[in-house]
C-alpha cells in the first residue's frame, strides 16, 4: 500500500525550484503555476495551510483489469438462425461475424469470428453442447458450448468453392456442405476435416443435361433412409441421391427457380418453394411432375388459366401432426400489386390462411417442434420469426396465434439510443418501486404459454448490489432498467414528449422548431437516485425537472421561458454610438432579475421570431399516472430571429432546489422549488474582472441558416480521423488563447458605454466573425432521417470536442456540479456552490445564497453572484468532484425523497430532509478539501479553500477525453476516463497516480463515444450497435468472479427416445439396410480429400475452455493432453508432408526409368 505525503507536496511548493512533486505519471510540477496560470499568479503555498500528514491509497494497479461482461438487446444486422430442440437454446448469426445465443432469463452470450466475416448458416449439434457455423468467407467453424465463454474448436476454410448450404442429420456426426459450384462436400465433425467423398454436379443432374443447374440451395437426409441425400438446385433441379450407389435415385425438373425445400416427415413427398410465389409438393412414386401446385396469393384467373404470380416464397416449412391437418408455413409469396404490404408469415393449417404481417422484413424463421427425430410426426407447438429488426415467437398452439411475451430486453432500439446513464450501487428500493410503477403499462393478449426457449442454467451470482442503466431516445422516451447481476430488464418508461403540444402539420404557420425530425430527442440526463429528482435536457433546447409519485394526478404543467443569447450588431469602427442597442426582451444583468416574465410575442418586421420558444408546452390541465411528473419545465427562447443554442451541460440539486444548465452562449440557474429563474447570464459575464482571456466581439451572420437535424452545419467538416488527434477547444497555452476567434457569446444584455469600451478594448483591429449554426455547440448528435444516418452523424463540437468551437468563437459550458465547498481563498467554512467547467478550460466557482430556514426557502429568494475565482486547465473541463482531507469522497447534499401528492396529510405536511455535508469538528486546519477536476487533456487536484494545485496529470497530448468519471472501487475512490484513441485509463485519488492504461477501443464510431460511460464497482457500458448495449468491467475482482456469474448454455439433458415404429412400419415402411456412414465417408472407403480444396485450421477452444477449470492435477492433465494432441496434429502434418515429398520423389524416379529405357538402345543419329 503506497503512501502520499502532502507535506512533502507543500514543502517543494515553497521552494523556488518549480519542480515540485506532482503525483505520478505527471509530466508537470505541481503549483501555482501549473494549476492556475495567470489567474493567481502571486498564489504561495503557505497559504494553503498544511492537511494531514498521510492520506493511504488502498488502490493498486493490481485491482484493475479490462473485460467484457456481457451484451444486452438486438443482434445488429441478423442472417442466421437455428434452434437445438432438446437443449432448447436459440442462436441468431449477423453480418458483422457475431453470434447471439439465448435460452432463459439471464442466459445470454455473445461471441464474435475474428475475421468479422457475416455468418451464413447456424447448425446445432443437438444436443451436443456444439455449434457449426458457416462465414461469407467460405469458413467453417466448429463452437464449444460447453463453457460459459464459447470457443472455436476447429475451423475450416474452402479455398476453391462458395459455402452456399449445410445440413448436418441428427445424431450424426457428418456434415454435408453444398457449394456455389453445385458439388457437396462432406465433413467429419469431430476431426473437422474433408472426406474424400464428393457428389459432383455433373454426375447428380442428367447427361443430357446442357447447362448448370446453379447452386446449392438445400439439402436433407430423407426421414424414410439416411442413405438418401435430396439435394436442391437454384435452378428448380431437385435430385434425390442414393449415397451407397453414388448415383441419383430419381431427378425432379420445375420451371421456376428454387428457394427452399421441406420433407413431409413419412419421407414420401417434399414440398419445395419457388420465385413466382408457388409451393410444389412432390411424390416420390411420379417424379415427373409435381402431385400438386398451389400459388397461395395469386389471384385465380376467370378464364380458368392458372394463378398470377407473386412474389418468392423465400422459405417454407412442412410440418405433420398426428390430431390435425399439417402446418405449411412459409414467408414471402404476397401479391405484386399489394406493394404496401408489409412483410409476412403466412400459417396454412388445413383450409384456414392467416397472414401475420410483420414491422420489420422477415430474415429468417424456424418452426419449433416437439421430437427431433425427422421421422415421427413433428406436432409444431411455434414459431421463432427472426425479424431484421425484432426476435418474436407465433404460439401455433391456438387457433388465433398470439405471440409471446419476450423476456429478453431486444427493444432497446425501439426508437435510436442519444444517450446513457449508469449507476451502480444505487438505493435497493428504487428497482421495485420503479418496476410498480412501470408493471401498470405492460400490454395485453400475448400467448399465456411459458416462453418456449427455456435452455441453459443462470444463478444470481455472488454480486448482489442494484443496478440501473437509464437511456434516453430519439422520440423523447426514457427507458429504466434493471441491470443487476449482469442481466436486463426493463423497469419503467417516460415519455417526456407528453408535456408538449403535438405539432399539426399543414397549417401554413411559422415553426419554431430547430430540428425538423426527432424535436423531442433527449440529449443529457441527470438523475439524483436518492431523492428521485429526474432532469433531462431536449434537443429543442429545454429541460424538464421530474418529481417521482406513487400516485396519478391531475394538473397543469408549470413552465418558464429563459433569454440565453449574446449578439453584438456589426462591428465597423470602435465608436460606440455606432452600435445599436441590444434588444430588450427581458433584459439580463448580474443584478440576477428573472426572465420568466417574457411571453410568447413575435416581433414586427418580416415576422421574426422573439421571445419564443421551439416547442408549446400543454396548457390545459394533464394527467399524470404514477411515476415521473414533470415538475417544471423550461425552455430557451429564440432572440432577433436567431434559434436559442443547444445545450451542451445540466445538474441539479435537490438540496438546494436549483437545476443549472449551459449552452455555448452562457449559463442559466433555476429555482424550480419557487419557479423561477436565479441566474441567465452569458459566459463572459461570469468571469468579471477575471477574465483571462483576450476577446473578440462577434456580428450576425447574414443569411441564417438553421438545422434539419442535429448535425453541424460547418463551413469545412472535418473528417474525424484528422480530428481525432486535436482538440480545437483547447488551442490555449499558458492561459493565452493561441486562436484569433476564441470570443464567447453573452445572454441578452443592453451594452452600456462600459460593456463597448470592453469590447474594442479586446479587439480593435480584428474583423468581425460570423455567427455559429444553430447546431454548433451541440453535445451529441441525434437522429436526422434514416437510421444509418442516425448512428453515424458526428456532431463537431462541445466537450466532446471533436470539432472546433474555437472556428465559430463559442465558449460552452460543458460542467455543472453542486457542492458543499469553499468559494473563495478565505473562506473559513464551506457553503453551497456551483462549479463552472467551459470549452476553453476555464472553471468558475458561483456562490449559492439559501434562505437559513425551511419556511424561508419557500418564500425567500435564493441569491446567486459569480466568486470570482477562476481556475485553468487545458481542453474543456468535463467532471467535477469534491474529496475530505481524508481523501474520501464527499456526496453532494440531496433532500430525502417523499411523495409529493401523497393521500397521507403527515406525508405532505413534514419537513424537508436533507442529507447535507458537514466537516467533523476534528477539521480545524486550513485545507479541508480537495477538488478534483479533468478536462479533456488533463486532470487537477486542488486544495481548498487555498485553491493550491497539489497534482497534475497530463492525460493525453495528441488525443483527447470523451468521458471522465469519479467512481467508488473496493471502498475506495479513482478518476475513470475514455479517450477518444480507444484508451481506458485509471488514476489514484488524491495523487493522480496511473494504474491502468489499455488500448481497449478505438471510436470508430461516434455512437460509441456519445454512449460511453462509468459508475461505481469498476464498471462501464456503451453502445456496441445501433441495438446492442456492451457492458465491461475494469474491476479485477468481477473479472475474476465473471465465470461465476454467466450462464452456462448446456445442461445435462437426457434425449428422448425415438418412437416405435412397429412391426409393419418396419418392414414395409422403409430401408431394411442400416446405414453407415463413417464406413461410407471414412478415409478407407472414400479416400483423402485434395488438400488444396480446403485448409484445416485448429481453434482456441480447448485452451478457453480449461481457463475456466480450477488449477491442480486435473487441469495439469488437460494441458498436457491438449498439448500432445496438438503435437500429434503437427506431427501428422509434417508425415503428410513427407509422404507428399516421397511420392513426388517416386513419380520422378518411375519417369526417369522410363525415359531411359525409351533412349536405352538408340544410336547417336537416331535421335
Known amino acids: 500500500m503506497k503512501k502520499?505525503?502532502?507535506?512533502?507536496?507543500?514543502?517543494?511548493?515553497?521552494?523556488?525550484?518549480?519542480?515540485?512533486?506532482?503525483?505520478?505519471?505527471?509530466?508537470?510540477?505541481?503549483?501555482?503555476?501549473?494549476?492556475?496560470?495567470?489567474?493567481?499568479?502571486?498564489?504561495?503555498?503557505?497559504?494553503?495551510?498544511?492537511?494531514?500528514?498521510?492520506?493511504?491509497?488502498?488502490?493498486?494497479?493490481?485491482?484493475?483489469?479490462?473485460?467484457?461482461?456481457?451484451?444486452?438487446?438486438?443482434?445488429?444486422?441478423?442472417?442466421?438462425?437455428?434452434?437445438?430442440?432438446?437443449?432448447?437454446?436459440?442462436?441468431?448469426?449477423?453480418?458483422?461475424?457475431?453470434?447471439?445465443?439465448?435460452?432463459?432469463?439471464?442466459?445470454?452470450?455473445?461471441?464474435?469470428?475474428?475475421?468479422?466475416?457475416?455468418?451464413?448458416?447456424?447448425?446445432?449439434?443437438?444436443?451436443?453442447?456444439?455449434?457449426?457455423?458457416?462465414?461469407?468467407?467460405?469458413?467453417?467453424?466448429?463452437?464449444?458450448?460447453?463453457?460459459k465463454r464459447p470457443a472455436i474448436l476447429h475451423s475450416l476454410k474452402f479455398n476453391r468453392e462458395r459455402i452456399t448450404y449445410c445440413h448436418l442429420p441428427f445424431q450424426s456426426k457428418w456434415l454435408y456442405v453444398g457449394t456455389e459450384r453445385g458439388n457437396t462436400h462432406i465433413v467429419n465433425i469431430e476431426s473437422f476435416i474433408l472426406s474424400g467423398y464428393v457428389i459432383m454436379w455433373n454426375k447428380a443432374i442428367e447427361l443430357s443435361t446442357k447447362t448448370h443447374p446453379g447452386p446449392v440451395v438445400h439439402l436433407s437426409d430423407s426421414p424414410r433412409d439416411e442413405g438418401k441425400l435430396l439435394i436442391g438446385y437454384e435452378n428448380g433441379t431437385v435430385v434425390l441421391w442414393d449415397l451407397r450407389s453414388k448415383r441419383a435415385d430419381l431427378r425432379v425438373y420445375y420451371d421456376e427457380a428454387i428457394h427452399s425445400v421441406d420433407w413431409h416427415h413419412e419421407g414420401k413427398q417434399f414440398m419445395c418453394s419457388h420465385s413466382d410465389g408457388s409451393l410444389t409438393l412432390w411424390n416420390l412414386k411420379s417424379p415427373s411432375r409435381p402431385f400438386q401446385i398451389t400459388i397461395p396469393h395469386g389471384k385465380i384467373q376467370r378464364d380458368g388459366k392458372k394463378p398470377e404470380s407473386c412474389k418468392p416464397i423465400l422459405k417454407v416449412e412442412y410440418k405433420t401432426c398426428k390430431s390435425s391437418e399439417p402446418f405449411i408455413i412459409f414467408s414471402g409469396g404476397l401479391s405484386y400489386d399489394k406493394a404496401c404490404r408489409r412483410p409476412s408469415l403466412t400459417i396454412m393449417h388445413g383450409k384456414a390462411i392467416t397472414v401475420l404481417e410483420m414491422d420489420h422484413p422477415i430474415v429468417d424463421f424456424l418452426t419449433l417442434c416437439e421430437t427431433p427425430y425427422p421421422n415421427e410426426f413433428q406436432e409444431p407447438y411455434a414459431v421463432v420469426v427472426l425479424l431484421e429488426k425484432d426476435l418474436i415467437v407465433v404460439d401455433l398452439t391456438q387457433s388465433n396465434f398470439p405471440i409471446f411475451e419476450n423476456p429478453y430486453p431486444i427493444d432497446i432500439h425501439e426508437s435510436p439510443v442519444t444517450c446513457t446513464e449508469y449507476f451502480a450501487d444505487c438505493p435497493p428500493d428504487l428497482i421495485p418501486v420503479l418496476y410498480s410503477v412501470g408493471a401498470k403499462h405492460k400490454k395485453q393478449g400475448y400467448s399465456n404459454k411459458e416462453w418456449p426457449i427455456s435452455g441453459g442454467a443462470w444463478n444470481l451470482g455472488t454480486q448482489t448490489y442494484p443496478e440501473i442503466i437509464i437511456t434516453g431516445h430519439a422520440d423523447g422516451s426514457i427507458k429504466f432498467w434493471d441491470a443487476s447481476a449482469i442481466t436486463l430488464q426493463m423497469l419503467y418508461k417516460l415519455k417526456t414528449s407528453k408535456v408538449f403540444e403535438k405539432q399539426k402539420l399543414g397549417e401554413g404557420k411559422p415553426t419554431a422548431e430547430i430540428v425538423e425530425e426527432d424535436p423531442f430527442a433527449i440529449q443529457m440526463m441527470y438523475w439524483c437516485p436518492e431523492s428521485r429528482i429526474f432532469c433531462v435536457a431536449g434537443v429543442s433546447a429545454y429541460v424538464i425537472v421530474y418529481r417521482f409519485s406513487k400516485h396519478e394526478v391531475n394538473t397543469e404543467i408549470v413552465?418558464?421561458?429563459?433569454?440565453?443569447?449574446?449578439?453584438?450588431?456589426?462591428i465597423i469602427t470602435p465608436e460606440p454610438e455606432i452600435i445599436p442597442p441590444f434588444p430588450d426582451g427581458s433584459s439580463q444583468l448580474p443584478s440576477l432579475k428573472s426572465l420568466s416574465g417574457s411571453t410568447n410575442t413575435v416581433a414586427c418586421e418580416g415576422m421574426m421570431k422573439d421571445s419564443i420558444p421551439c416547442l408549446s408546452v400543454k396548457t390545459r390541465p394533464v394527467r399524470m399516472p404514477p411515476g415521473y411528473q414533470p415538475e417544471l419545465v423550461i425552455q430557451l427562447v429564440w432572440v432577433d430571429g436567431e434559434p436559442p443554442q443547444q445545450i451542451t451541460s445540466l445538474a441539479v440539486n435537490s438540496a438546494y432546489g436549483l437545476v443549472a444548465f449551459g449552452n455555448c452562449n452562457g449559463l442559466a440557474v433555476v429555482d424550480f422549488m419557487q419557479k423561477t429563474v436565479l441566474l441567465s447570464m452569458g459566459t463572459i459575464d461570469l468571469y468579471g474582472s477575471s477574465d483571462p482571456y483576450q476577446r473578440q466581439p462577434r456580428s450576425p451572420r447574414k443569411n441564417k441558416q438553421f438545422t434539419t437535424g442535429l448535425t453541424e452545419l460547418t463551413d469545412s467538416p472535418v473528417s474525424l480521423e484528422l480530428e481525432r488527434c486535436k482538440s480545437p477547444t483547447s488551442d490555449h497555452v499558458n492561459g493565452h488563447c493561441t486562436s484569433p476567434t476564441s470570443q464567447t457569446c453573452s445572454s441578452g444584455k443592453r451594452l452600456s458605454s462600459t460593456d463597448v469600451t470592453k469590447s474594442n478594448r479586446r479587439g480593435p483591429g480584428r474583423p468581425p466573425f460570423r455567427k455559429a449554426q444553430s447546431a454548433a455547440c451541440m453535445e451529441i448528435s441525434l437522429p436526422v432521417t434514416t437510421e444509418e444516418n442516425r448512428e453515424n452523424t458526428f456532431s463537431r463540437s462541445r466537450s466532446s470536442s471533436v470539432s472546433s468551437i474555437d472556428k465559430e468563437s463559442k465558449e460552452a459550458i460543458t460542467a455543472l456540479y453542486f457542492m458543499e465547498t469553499f468559494s473563495r481563498k478565505n473562506d473559513s467554512a464551506v457553503s453551497p456552490c456551483l462549479w463552472v467547467g467551459t470549452g476553453l478550460g476555464m472553471v468558475l466557482i458561483i456562490s449559492l445564497n439559501l434562505p437559513a430556514t425551511e419556511e424561508l426557502r419557500q418564500t425567500e429568494p435564493v441569491m446567486v453572484s459569480p466568486s470570482g475565482t477562476v481556475l485553468t486547465l487545458k481542453g474543456a473541463v468535463l467532471t467535477f468532484s469534491c474529496l475530505d482531507c481524508m481523501g474520501a469522497l464527499i456526496h453532494p447534499p440531496y433532500e430525502v425523497w417523499r411523495d409529493p401528492n401523497s393521500i397521507d396529510d403527515s406525508e405532505k405536511t413534514r419537513k424537508r430532509k436533507l442529507v447535507m455535508y458537514s466537516p467533523s469538528s476534528s477539521q480545524d486546519m486550513g485545507d479541508h478539501q480537495f477538488a478534483v477536476i479533468c478536462s479533456e487533456k488533463q486532470a487537477k487536484v486542488f486544495s481548498l479553500p487555498s485553491q493550491t494545485c497539489l497534482y497534475v496529470h497530463n492525460i493525453t497530448e495528441t488525443s483527447f477525453l470523451l468521458r471522465a468519471d469519479v467512481v467508488t472501487l473496493c471502498n475506495s475512490i479513482c478518476l475513470a476516463c475514455f479517450c477518444a484513441n480507444g484508451h481506458i485509463m485509471t488514476m489514484s485519488l488524491p495523487s493522480l497516480r496511473p494504474m491502468l492504461d489499455v488500448n481497449y477501443l478505438p471510436v470508430t464510431d461516434m455512437r460509441i463515444a456519445r454512449t460511453f460511460c462509468f459508475t461505481n464497482e469498476g464498471q462501464a457500458l456503451y453502445l456496441s450497435s445501433p441495438t446492442e448495449i456492451q457492458r465491461l468491467t475494469y474491476s479485477q475482482e468481477m473479472c475474476d468472479n465473471l465465470q461465476d456469474m454467466l450462464g452456462d448454455l448446456f445442461t445435462a439433458v437426457e434425449t428422448p427416445e425415438a418412437q416405435n415404429r412397429g412391426f409393419l412400419k418396419g418392414l414395409f415402411g422403409g430401408s431394411g439396410q442400416t446405414f453407415d456412414r463413417e464406413e461410407l465417408f471414412g478415409e478407407a472407403s472414400a479416400g483423402k480429400a485434395s488438400r488444396s480444396l480446403a485448409q484445416h485450421i485448429p481453434g482456441s477452444g480447448g485452451i478457453e475452455g480449461m481457463k475456466g477449470a480450477a488449477g491442480g492435477v486435473i487441469g495439469d492433465l488437460a494441458r498436457a493432453r491438449l498439448a500432445l494432441d496438438e503435437r500429434g496434429q503437427r506431427l501428422g502434418e509434417l508425415d503428410e508432408k513427407t509422404a507428399t515429398m516421397m511420392a513426388s520423389a517416386e513419380a520422378f524416379s518411375k519417369h526417369a526409368h522410363e525415359l531411359m529405357l525409351k533412349y536405352k538402345d538408340k544410336k547417336w543419329y537416331q535421335f
Open 4 to 147: 502520499f505525503n502532502f507535506r512533502k507536496v507543500l514543502d517543494g511548493l515553497t521552494a523556488s525550484s518549480p519542480g515540485g512533486s506532482s503525483g505520478g505519471g505527471s509530466s508537470s510540477g505541481g503549483g501555482i503555476g501549473a494549476g492556475s496560470g495567470s489567474v493567481h499568479p502571486g498564489g504561495t503555498a503557505g497559504a494553503a495551510g498544511t492537511p494531514r500528514d498521510e492520506i493511504q491509497e488502498i488502490l493498486s494497479s493490481d485491482y484493475f483489469q479490462i473485460c467484457k461482461t456481457v451484451r444486452h438487446g438486438f443482434p445488429y444486422l441478423p442472417t442466421a438462425l437455428a434452434f437445438d430442440p432438446v437443449q432448447k437454446i436459440l442462436a441468431v448469426g449477423t453480418r458483422t461475424g457475431g453470434i447471439r445465443i439465448l435460452g432463459r432469463p439471464g442466459v445470454d452470450c455473445y461471441c464474435q469470428h475474428e475475421s468479422g466475416a457475416a455468418v451464413l448458416q447456424l447448425q446445432f449439434l443437438i444436443n451436443e453442447g456444439a455449434l457449426v457455423s458457416a462465414s461469407s468467407d467460405d469458413t467453417l467453424h466448429l463452437w464449444n458450448l460447453r463453457q
Open 559 to 570: 413552465s418558464l421561458e429563459v433569454r440565453l443569447q449574446y449578439d453584438i450588431e456589426d
